[in-house]
């Protein structure tokens, strides 16, 4: 079954703005990682957080975790029409070192 | 340094032909995974591979699909006597030996059986 399940589905914004993704998942879980995949292509590792971290940026990435409430979010600050793609939030948990990813949120970045 | 390299990037197969995917993991990584993607889902792990070795393949369908990772060379997903529900976009993925949470994607593989 999915563990991590990505809120909303898809996401249209103005270049310019600010784009926020969300992540549930449903047990406890050793880190979260946050992918890219343009369209017809592979997909690429944004940002890692372990279990024990609350906060993480990259340039114009920001990513937060919340152990209590089992969830994550990807913010993109001053989005760009390059951003335009899927984003897909993966677990770890166990001994595993297998992600899981859930199915997606589709964002386009309209310039 | 080359990214992860799969080949073909499109397979078109007829019903009951054998699909074979290949991958070469990026320079250095010993560690092979393979993932299968249906159009609007997220990617479902099939089997994780180490040179010589199948470590996990929890995900791989029993019958039909095998996956190898041979001492020299790429490896190599096969899908035997191919369904069109084994349509799908197929990618494999790489980790260094001792740091494997992060894993770095190749373009993929997308089989379409007519």
């Known amino acids: 079954s999915q563990q991590g399940e990505e809120d909303p589905q898809a996401l249209s914004i103005q270049e310019g703005e600010n784009a926020t993704m969300n992540c549930s998942y449903k047990?406890?879980?050793?880190?979260l990682q946050w992918y890219r995949q343009n369209s017809g292509r592979g997909l690429v590792h944004l940002i890692l957080?372990?279990?024990?971290?609350r906060e993480k940026h990259s340039g114009r990435l920001r990513v937060t975790l919340d152990t209590s409430k089992k969830s994550s979010s990807l913010l993109i600050t001053a989005s760009r029409a390059a951003d335009t793609a899927s984003y897909f939030c993966?677990?770890?948990?166990?001994?595993?070192?297998?992600?899981?990813f859930g199915r997606g949120t589709s964002l386009i970045v309209h310039p | 340094n080359a990214g992860v390299m799969q080949n073909p990037r499109h397979l078109v197969r007829r019903r009951g032909q054998e699909a074979r995917l290949r991958c070469s993991p990026m320079?250095?990584?010993?560690?092979v995974y393979w993932y299968r993607q249906l159009p609007e889902e997220g990617l479902k792990f099939m089997v994780y591979l180490q040179k010589e070795n199948i470590i996990d393949e929890s995900g791989m369908p029993k019958e039909r699909f095998s996956a190898e990772f041979p001492k020299e060379g790429p490896s190599i997903l096969r899908i035997q006597q191919v369904v069109r529900g084994d349509s799908a976009a197929y990618f494999c993925a790489s980790s260094p030996g001792g740091k494997r949470e992060t894993q770095y994607f190749g373009p993929g593989t997308r089989l379409l059986v007519l």
């Open positions: 993966a677990t770890g948990s166990g001994g595993s070192y297998i992600p899981t």
């Open positions: 047990t406890s879980i050793n880190n």
């Open positions: 320079k250095g990584h010993s560690h």
């Open positions: 957080i372990r279990s024990n971290e």
